[in-house]
């Protein structure tokens, strides 16, 4: 049984000296003194990051060059997937990020959970994720949804220990 994905998980052509713009404003404004150096990377100066709205987890949430971005107070800052046309949520305490071709899981501090990295993986419920090796989006759907096609699929915690299969 293949899960769908929406198609705002790929990310778009970033290129270097986007400006990001804030997604805590009604019109998405530009962020002066922000923007993205290389896909995945921004630049971000201390007035800029003064000016941002945080969450209670000390994050907020920027987009540039079509890439969803958190950034914490200090600069920080992490690419993540694009979920329903934002940044991933935090499910269980962890996001999902593109690093490399492949999805890893990080924390509020923006700090990976643990090392190992998948082709593809949904998000936590109930401290449980569905993740998959050798996988790969299939054709979109009329709904312009994706399924996760192939691969070995299997079940990993909130520290990336693989689970049995239930049964």
Not at 1 to 30: E, I, K, N, V, Y
Not at 124 to 147: K, R
């Amino acid at each position: 049984m293949a899960a769908l994905l929406s198609l705002a998980l790929l990310p778009g052509a970033a290129s270097a000296g986007d400006a990001c713009h804030r997604l805590d404003t009604a019109d998405f404004a530009a962020l002066n003194g922000c923007a993205q150096t290389t896909p995945g990377m921004l630049k971000i100066s201390a007035a800029a990051l003064a000016r941002l709205d945080y969450d209670g987890n000390g994050l907020a949430a920027l987009m540039a060059g079509g890439q969803h971005y958190y950034v914490r107070r200090d600069g920080t800052h992490l690419a993540v997937i694009s979920y329903d046309n934002g940044p991933d949520y935090f499910a269980d305490g962890l996001t999902r990020a593109r690093i490399d071709g492949r999805i890893g899981y990080f924390n509020v501090l923006l700090q990976p959970a643990f090392p190992e990295r998948f082709s593809w993986g949904f998000p936590f419920q109930d401290g449980i994720a569905e993740v998959c090796n050798g996988c790969h989006e299939g054709e979109p759907d009329a709904g312009g949804h994706t399924a996760i096609v192939g691969g070995t699929r299997f079940r990993i915690d909130q520290y990336g220990k693989h689970l049995p299969d239930p049964r």
